[in-house]
């Protein structure tokens, strides 16, 4: 079974610094990753994902995230933190191929101080 | 595009009554649904997969007769908690995979039912 580790349920960076938010995974074969952000009372938006190709894995406002298979990690980084990027983030994994249910971490919850 | 609708943002009820969630996809056609709960502070643990035209597939631990999925189109899902009780009191969420996007998955805004 698919299961996914997020290091840190509360992350605090300045505004302007490096945010770094850890996942590792666990799986036999190299499974479909995600990170997803989720406002107060709201669903998930998608930032990246990773399926195939290119390991490191450019999404929106300024996130990504790099695939490191020989540690099992997908860590999300943002080189500037903006106030905006306060919210809750959620590492996923899905088996490969089809419709398959995604398993989610227990999310971290990114403070942005100014 | 690839955007799913769910209905309604919030509900309060009162304990014994049942409540009914709608999931919509808009602008594509959704055959599988994946019905998930949050509580507060926590990560989402699915708890069902709706397939169009056929029974739901329920999670370990899921009452299926208290949580009643319904996927009669290519469009609409629905969750119904039946005789909801002040322990269901969650943030509830649908997913619907959008296989064009390589193995995206787009989600509803999210329910917050409160049973008094």
């Known amino acids: 079974a698919q299961s996914v580790t997020q290091l840190g349920s509360h992350v605090s960076v300045s505004e302007g610094a490096l945010v770094l938010l850890r996942c590792n995974y666990s799986?036999?074969?190299?499974?479909?990753l995600f990170w997803y952000v989720q406002y107060p009372n709201q669903g998930l938006q998608l930032l990246l994902k990773y399926t195939t190709g290119a390991t490191l894995v450019k999404g929106i406002n300024g996130f990504e995230a790099e695939f490191k298979k020989s540690e099992t990690s997908f860590h999300l980084t943002k080189p500037s933190a903006h106030m905006s990027d306060a919210a809750e983030y959620f590492c996923a994994v899905s088996d490969r191929g089809g419709y398959q249910k995604v398993t989610f971490g227990t999310g971290t919850k990114l403070q942005v101080i100014p | 595009g690839a955007v799913v609708s769910q209905h309604p943002s919030w509900v309060i009820c009162k304990s014994g009554t049942s409540v009914k969630i709608e999931c919509r996809s808009l602008?594509?056609?959704?055959?599988?649904m994946f019905w998930y709960r949050q509580f507060p502070k926590q990560s989402l643990m699915l708890m069902a997969t709706?397939?169009?035209?056929?029974?739901?597939?329920?999670e370990q631990g899921v009452e299926k007769d208290k949580f009643l999925i319904n996927h009669a189109s290519l469009t609409l899902s629905t969750l119904t908690v039946t005789s909801a009780h002040p322990e269901d009191s969650s943030f509830y969420i649908c997913s619907a995979p959008i296989m064009d996007r390589g193995s995206g998955y787009t989600f509803g805004s999210g329910t917050r039912l409160t049973v008094v």
């Open positions: 799986s036999s074969v190299p499974p479909y």
């Open positions: 709706s397939n169009e035209g056929s029974k739901a597939t329920y």
């Open positions: 602008d594509f056609q959704a055959t599988t």
